[in-house]
């Protein structure tokens, strides 16, 4: 139980466009979904995180603009990078929690995004 | 405010020899505390969970971690070593937003 997937795996685009990452939670209903950035050989950061239903909760220094969150129903979480940059290559993770007092997350595979 | 300290970034073991990665914490609530296991290129995997039950915590793949609310350390162990345990290990505190706070990461390599 408890899985969470992410698609694409992995996403190759040209500078200027943008990319969709969506997250899915298979077989629980997640309140609470949150975006990461990874960068090599470093920890997880936190970008946003996204309750079904309403906006995104942007951490500072995360442009809201470029990484677009939508929170659409309890099972599926999409994050948009728009018109990307090779700054903007990275390792993105998502995470989904279920509801009530439960604070476990539980983690997608990740998106490899290389933007040329 | 919350924080973990993962006190090696890297350790190495033999196969078939305990394996103990380091974690600190700070926290002004009782705290939630997870290690997760990320291989290359993966996401990350739950290994075990403290939520104020019993202090030892067993989790999968043999590994264990005692919170010790007097020393604020989670320490994650395991009794012998695997080759396929080589990974970068997460200490994390949740805070009271369902948020958590990450450590730097431990990488632990295994050595034949």
């Known amino acids: 139980g408890a899985v969470v997937s992410q698609h694409p795996s992995w996403v190759i685009c040209k500078s200027g466009t943008s990319v969709k990452i969506e997250c899915r939670s298979l077989?629980?209903?997640?309140?609470?979904m949150f975006w990461y950035r990874q960068f090599p050989k470093q920890s997880l950061m936190l970008m946003a995180t996204?309750?079904?239903?309403?906006?995104?909760?942007?951490e500072q220094g995360v442009e809201k603009d470029k990484f677009l969150i939508n929170h659409a129903s309890l099972t599926l979480s999409t994050l948009t990078v728009t018109s990307a940059h090779p700054e903007d290559s990275s390792f993105y993770i998502c995470s989904a929690r279920a509801g009530g007092h439960t604070d476990t997350q539980y983690f997608g595979p990740g998106t490899r995004l290389t933007v040329l | 405010a919350q924080s973990v300290t993962q006190l090696d970034s890297h350790v190495s073991v033999s196969e078939g020899t305990p394996v103990l990665l380091r974690c600190n914490y700070s926290s002004s609530y009782s705290p939630s505390l997870f290690w997760y296991v990320q291989h290359p290129n993966k996401g990350l995997q739950l290994l075990l969970k403290y939520t104020s039950a019993a202090t030892l915590v067993k989790g999968i793949n043999g590994f264990e971690a005692e919170f010790k609310k007097s020393e604020t350390s989670f320490h994650l162990t395991k009794p012998s070593a695997h080759m396929s345990d080589a990974a970068e290990y997460f200490c994390v505190v949740s805070e009271g937003t369902y948020k958590y706070i990450f450590g730097t990461g431990t990488r632990l390599k295994v050595l034949a």
């Open positions: 996204s309750n079904e239903g309403s906006k995104a909760t942007y």
């Open positions: 077989d629980f209903q997640a309140t609470t």
